[in-house]
C-alpha cells in the first residue's frame, strides 16, 4: 500500500482521491486516499470538506470527518506530531456532527474530537456513553483517553465493564496507562479486568496496576511470566514495577524463549528490558 501511494495516487486530482475513497471505504485503497488527503490543507481542502460534511450522504459525511480529523498543511509529515491545519473550523464541524442522527457520523465525530480533542465538547461526547451502536462506544473509549479529568475517567470506568471487549480493552487502556488518575475505585476496576475473560483486558489492566505500584502485581506476573501466552503487557508491567522477585521467572522465561526459532524481537526486547530492570532492583536491595 505505501508503493500505491508514493508512486501513483500521491499526484491524484482531490476529485479522483475523493471518489477513490468513497469506492474504498475503510479498505486500504480507500485509507490509503483519505491519508494523501489529509496532507493538502489548504482553503480549497477545507471548502471541500465542509461541503462533503453537509452533504445528505451519510459517506460523503463520514468521510469528510475522517478527512478533517488529520488535516495538516501540505509537507507536514503525518501523524500526531503535524500541526493541525484549521484547528478550531474542524472541531466544530466534530461537535456539530455529533448530534447527527446516524451512528457513522457520530462515531466520525467522535474519532475526530479524539485526534482534536476540545474540552468543551466532553459534555457532548459524554451524551454518547449508552450509544446501542457499539462502535459508537468504541469510538467515545478511544477519544476520551484525550482528555483528563474525572469526568473523562468516569466515563471511561463505565466503558471498561462494557459488555464488547474491544470497547472494555480501550476503555481500561485509556485508565490504566492514558491517564494518571489513582484512587481505590480505579484499582479495584483494574484488579477485576485483570481478570477479565478477554486476554487484551487482562493486560492492559496489569500494566495500569504496575503503573500504580500495586503490591498485588507481582504475585500476578509470578504466575503469568511463566504461563504459555505471556504477552508484551506483562514485560511492560515488570518494567514498570521492577521487583528482585520477578527476576527468576523472567529469566526461566528468556531461557525458553530462546530455544525457539519464531521469537519476536519487539516482545523479545521487552523481555531484555524488564530482565534489566528487575536486575538492577535485585542488585540495589543484596
Known sequence: MRRIVK???????????????LAHGSA????????????RGTPEMLARIEALVRSTSVRRRVLGLDIAAQLRAPGDSHGYEADPYALETTQSMFVEALHDRDPRVVRSAISGLGHRPLDTALPALLAHLH?????????????LGSYPGPMATAALMHLAIDRDDLVREWA??????LSEADDDAIRSLLWTNAHDPYRDVRGEAVVG????????VIELLKTRLLDDDCRVYELEAAEEMPSAELLEPLQRLRTDAEQRQDIDPFWHRHLIEAI???ATVADATS
Do not use: E, K, M, N
Open 7 to 21: 508512486s501513483r495516487i500521491r499526484g491524484w486530482t482531490t476529485d479522483r482521491l475523493i471518489h477513490l475513497a
Open 172 to 177: 481500561t487502556f485509556g485508565i490504566g496507562t
Open 276 to 278: 534489566d530492570a528487575c
Open 28 to 39: 486500504p485503497r480507500g485509507r490509503a486516499a483519505i491519508a494523501v488527503l489529509q496532507g
Open 131 to 143: 450509544h446501542p451502536d457499539l462502535r459508537v462506544r468504541f469510538a467515545l473509549a478511544y477519544t
Open 209 to 216: 496496576l504496575a503503573r500504580r505500584s500495586d503490591p498485588r
